[in-house]
C-alpha cells in the first residue's frame, strides 16, 4: 500500500517538474494561434468581418469571439482553412458580412477626382499616392481590392475593375475525368 | 566512341516518325505582309516596346529592349512600318492575347547596318549584354535567355560544355536538319560558348537515329583545331532533356533545385549554337528559326522561318490537307494544342504538328488509377508519379510538393505509359500552376500585412506628435493670453478650417459630377436654370475632349 | 486536352487480361492433378462476381461497360476460386465472391481504390465464418481411390444432399492441415511426413500445382506486368522463416521447401501480394511488403490458428501500406544522396 502510494506521489512529481520545466522552456511570446489565423485571412483589411481588420478579426476568432465564417474575400476556400486548423466542422459563408466578389482593384477616375484626400486617409495599406487638391492614383499591385476607399469619395471617382485574366495570371484547370455518368 | 555512357532512369520509346521530315532540304519560308512578334517570347520579364506606332523599322532593328537581366530583346524581322503595338493571338495553350509589336512588311527586306564582334577581345559582362540585345534564347524549348546562360559563375570557368542534339521527341526534325546542313556554324557558335565558358571538355549529344546528322557534325568537327566529341548516345524519350542528356554524357546528375553550373557544366541546344554563330560572326539578331512542319500535311519538310510569320501560312507552304483535326507546336509527347492559327511563330516555335484522326485518334477514356506503378518506372525524373496524381487531383498541393512535384519537367511519359489513360501531366500542370497562383497571393496577403502594419504604425505616430504639437500650441497660447488679455471670436481651429474646405470641394464636385441631370433644380430661377444649363454643355464639351486627349493632340500639331 | 497526344498500347485490360492467362497453366495442372471439380467453382465465381460488379456500378452511378470490360472482377474471382476449397460447397463461393465484391472492392470506392485485396478479404471471411466447409477439399488423383467425374464434382458443390460419408471419401486433408495435426498429436515431422499425401518436397500434386502458379509468375514477371521484389522477397520470406525454424528445430518445424512449394504461397507471392492496388508502391516499399507478407505468413502458419497463413499475412501487409511508402520514397532525381561518382 505504502508502496503504491510512494510510486504515485513520485510520478506525480516528476511530470509535475516535467511540466513546469517545459512550461518554461517551450514558453511562447504572443498568441501563436492568432497568428496563424491571420496568416490564413486574405488581408484585405476591409472591415467586412465586423472588425477593423484582418488581425482584429484573428484574434477574435483565436479568443472564440468571432465566427470563422465572416471574411468574404477569403471565400469558402478560406474558411475551409480556419475550419482545418481550428480543427471544427466548415460552415458556409455567413451572407450577412457580404458575398464574395470576383478579385478587383480600385480605379479612380482621374478627370473626376478633386484631390480631397478622404480615399488616402480610409486606405488600409496606403495605396493611393496623391497630396491635397492633387489627382489622387491607385497603387493596383498594392491594392488589396478592400473598397473602403469607395464610401469617403464625395465625387464617386473610384470603381471597382476586376482584374482581367491575361497570360502571366492564367491557371490550368482542373483535367476533367469523367468517370461517373452525368446524370 | 570508346567513351562510356550512362543511362538515366526511366524513358519510353513512342515511334519516331522523323523520316517524314528529315530528308526534304531547308526551304525559307517567304517574307508575310504581316509580322506579328510578341514581346514575352522568352523566360523572363518580356522586353519593353522602344519604337512607335507609324514608325520606320529596318530587318534587324530592336523593336523592344530588354527589362533586366534575365530577359532578352525583340527584334524586327524584316523592315517595313509599326502598325499596332497591342493584344494580339500568340501561341498559347489557353488562347489569350498577349502585347505584339505588328510590322507592315514593305517586301525590301533592308537590314539595319551591322557588324561582327570581335568576341575575343570584348569583357565576359559586355558580351554577355551585347547577346541579351541581339535576342539570343535558347531554341531548345525552354527559351532561356542565351546571354545569362553563359556566365560561368564565381569559378570563372565551366569544365564541360554540352551541346544538346538530342532531339528526342517524335516527328520534330528541325535540330536533325540543321546539323546535317549548317554543321560548320553549330561548331563557330560552340567554339564561342567554350570561349565564354572556358570549357575544357565539350560534348556533343545526338540521339543514334540520326546517322546523316551524326556524320555531318563529325567530318565538321574534324576541322576544328581544338577537341569536340560527338557522341551517338541510345534514341530513348527523353534523352534529349537538358538533364537526361547531361546524365548521359556524364553520369552526373544535376541536383535539384540547384543549376548545371553548379556541378560544373552547362548545356546549350544546337540551335542556340547556331544562332550564337550568327550572332558574333554576323551581328545578325535572332530573328529567324528552324521549324518543322509535319504531320497530316502533303510535303512535311523544314522551314527558315522569320520570327513573326502566321502559323498558317506554314501549314499553307506545306500543303494542307482535309480532315485535320488540330495544330501542335511542339512534339506530341509535350507539345501544346495551338487556339488559334493566326498565332506567329515565336522563338520557341521548334515543329508545327498538325494532326488528323488517323495519326492521332482521340486518347481512349481515362479509368481509376490502379496503382501499377508504370508511370514511376517510366519517369525520368525518378519520381512518384501515382502519389503525386493522387494528391494534385484531391487538391493536396503542399503533399505534392513534398513528393517533388517541381522536379517534374512534364515530359508525358507517365501519361505514355498509364494503362489507365490518366492524363497525368494534366494534373501536374494544374497542380503547379495552382501552387504559383497561391503563392502569389501569399506575397500580395503578406505584402498588405505589412503595409496595414506600418500604416497603422504611422497613425499611432502621427497622433502622439499632433498631441504633443496641440500640447504645445496650447501653453503657448495660454501664455500668449495671459500677456495679452482681450481678443474676441478666436479663429477657428484647423479641423473646422478643413471641414469647410471639404464641404466647398464636395459642393463643386456635386455640381461637376451631376452632369447627367442637375440636382436641387426644383426651387430655382429661370434665369438661374439656363445657367445650369450653359454650365453643364460647356462640361460636357470639356469632358468630350478630356476624353479623347491623344486624338485632340494629335489634331493640334 | 493537353500533351502527350499519343499513348502506348497498354490498358487495364490487357493487363488484366494476362494475369488470367498466366492462371491458365495452373487451372490446367489443377484438373488435370485433382480433378475438373474446379471447373465449376471457377465458373460460379465467375459469374457472381460479373453479376456483382455491374449491379455495384450501377448502384453506384458508373458506367458498367467499360468498368466490366476491364476484366478486374474476373481476375478477383478466379483468385478466390484458387484459393478456396476445390469442392465447397456453391453458396460458401457465391458469398465470398460476393463479399470480395460488393464489400472489399466497391464499399472501398471501386476498382483502384480498395485497401484490401478482394480476393482474400473474401476468402478470410470465409475461413474465419466457415471453417468446416473450408475444408472440402478434394484429394490429389493419384491418392483417390474413386476420382470424381464432372458432373459429381457439381453435384457435391450444388447438392446439399450429399451424404457426409461421401464427401468424407472424396476429401482430404490438405498436406498443411495434416502437418498441422500432426504435430499437435506430438508426432515429429519426420513421421507426419510418411504419410502419402507429401510428396517429394511439397504435397502430393500440390506441389506440381505449386510450380504451375510459379510458371505463370514467372510468364507476368517476363511480361513485365509485375515486378520482381514483392514475389522474390515473399518468396525469401517464407523459405528463409522456414528455414530458420527447421534449423532450429527440424522436429517440430517443416522443411522450408515444403513450405514454400505449397499452391497458396506460389499464388499469393505471384498474383495477390503483387495486386498493385492494395500494395506498396515504391521498390523498397516492394521489398519491405514481400518480406514482412513471408514472414506473418510462416508466423501464421507455425503459431496461428488457421493451417495457411497466407491470406491473412497480406490483408495484414495491406494495412500497412500506406505507412511502407511513404517512408520509403525514393530518391529522386539530383536528390540528396550521394551522387555516383562517373569513374575516371
Known sequence: MLAAILVMVGIAVVTGLILGWSAIRFKVEGNPLAEKIDAILPQTQCG???????????????????????????????????????????????????????????????????????????????????????????????????????????????????????????????????????? | MSRELFKFKGGVHPPEHKAESNGRPIHAAPLPRKLVIPLRQHIGNPAKPVVEVGERVLKGQMIAAADGPISTAVHASSSGTVTAIDLQPVPHVSGLPDLCITIETDGRDEWIAHAPLDYRAMAPADLRTKLRDLGLAGLGGAVFPTGAKLNPGASGHCPTLIINGGECEPWITCDDVLMRHHADEILQGMAVMRHMMGSTEILVGIEDNKPEALDSMRSAAAKLDFAVEIIAVPTLYPSGGAKQMTEILTGKQVPSGKRSTDVGLQVFNVGTAYALARAVHHGEPLISRLVTVTGHVLRPQNFEVLIGTPMHTLITLAGDRDGTTGVLMGGPMMGMPMPTLDAPVVKATNCLLVESKELFPPLPKALPCIRCTRCADACPAELQPQELFRFAKAGDFGRAQEYHLFDCIECGCCSYVCPSHIPLVDFYRYAKSEIWAHEKDKRAADLARERHEFRQFRQEREKTEKAEKLAAKAQAKRAELAAEPAVVGAAPSDADAKKALIAAALARAQAKKSDAAPKNVDHLTPEQLQQIDEIEARRAKIRELARQPLESEEKNT | MPSPFILDRSSVTQIMAWVLAALLPA??????????????????????????????????????????????????????????????????????????????????????????????????????????????????????????????????????????????????????????????????????????????????????????????????????????????????????????????????????????????????????????????????????????????????????????????????????????????QPRIYGGARKAKEPPA
Open chain 1, 48 to 183: 467586412q468581418c465586423g472588425f477593423p481588420g484582418c488581425r482584429p478579426y484573428a484574434e477574435a476568432i483565436a479568443k472564440g469571439e468571432a465566427d470563422i465564417n465572416q471574411c468574404p474575400p477569403g471565400g469558402e476556400e478560406g474558411v475551409k482553412k480556419l475550419a482545418d486548423l481550428l480543427g471544427i466542422d466548415p460552415k458556409s459563408l455567413d451572407e450577412t458580412h457580404g458575398t464574395p466578389k470576383p478579385k478587383s482593384v480600385a480605379f479612380i477616375d482621374e478627370n473626376t477626382c478633386i484631390g480631397c484626400t478622404l480615399c488616402i486617409q480610409a486606405c488600409p495599406v496606403d495605396a493611393i499616392s496623391g497630396a491635397a487638391k492633387q489627382m489622387h492614383t491607385i497603387i493596383a499591385a498594392e491594392c488589396t481590392g478592400c473598397e473602403l476607399c469607395l464610401p469617403p469619395c464625395p465625387v464617386d471617382c473610384i470603381s471597382m475593375v476586376p482584374i482581367a485574366e491575361d497570360l502571366p495570371h492564367w491557371k490550368w484547370k482542373h483535367p476533367v475525368i469523367e468517370l461517373k455518368r452525368v446524370a
Open chain 3, 27 to 328: 487451372i490446367a495442372t489443377y484438373v488435370w492433378l485433382f480433378g475438373p471439380g474446379i471447373l465449376v467453382t471457377l465458373s460460379l465465381a465467375t459469374v457472381t462476381a460479373l453479376a456483382a460488379e455491374a449491379a455495384m456500378l450501377k448502384v453506384r452511378g458508373y458506367p458498367v461497360q467499360p468498368f466490366l470490360l476491364d476484366l478486374s472482377a474476373i481476375v478477383t474471382a478466379w483468385l478466390l476460386a484458387l484459393s478456396l476449397p476445390s469442392l465447397a460447397p456453391w453458396w460458401l463461393i457465391i458469398t465470398g465472391t460476393l463479399f470480395a465484391i460488393v464489400v472489399a472492392k466497391h464499399l472501398y470506392g471501386g476498382l483502384g481504390q480498395n485497401i484490401f485485396n478482394p480476393a482474400m478479404v473474401g476468402y478470410a471471411v470465409l475461413i474465419v465464418s466457415f471453417p468446416v466447409q473450408m475444408t472440402h477439399w478434394a484429394g490429389p488423383l493419384e491418392l483417390s481411390s474413386a476420382p470424381l467425374t464432372l458432373a459429381q464434382s457439381t453435384s457435391v458443390i450444388f447438392g446439399d444432399d450429399v451424404p457426409k460419408s461421401t464427401l468424407d471419401a472424396v476429401t482430404m486433408a490438405t498436406p498443411l492441415d495434416s502437418l498441422r495435426t500432426g504435430l499437435l498429436r506430438q508426432l515429429t515431422v519426420d513421421e507426419v511426413m510418411t504419410a502419402p499425401i507429401f510428396g517429394r518436397f511439397g504435397g502430393t500434386g500440390f506441389e506440381w500445382l505449386a510450380a504451375a502458379f510459379l510458371l505463370g509468375g514467372l510468364l507476368l514477371w517476363a511480361l513485365r506486368i509485375i515486378s520482381w521484389h514483392v514475389p522474390l522477397t515473399f518468396l525469401a520470406g517464407v523459405w528463409l522463416t522456414a528455414g530458420f525454424l527447421h534449423f532450429y528445430d527440424a522436429g517440430r518445424f517443416g522443411p522450408p521447401w515444403f513450405h514454400l512449394f505449397a499452391p497458396s504461397v506460389m499464388l499469393g507471392a505471384f498474383f495477390i501480394a503483387t495486386d498493385p492496388v492494395s500494395g506498396a508502391t515504391t521498390p523498397r516499399g516492394k521489398l519491405i511488403f514481400g518480406l514482412s507478407a513471408g514472414f506473418l505468413t510462416m508466423a501464421i502458419r507455425t503459431w496461428g490458428g488457421f493451417p495457411d497463413g497466407v491470406a491473412f499475412a497480406i490483408l495484414l501487409m495491406n494495412l500497412c501500406v500506406p505507412l511502407i511508402d511513404q517512408y520509403t
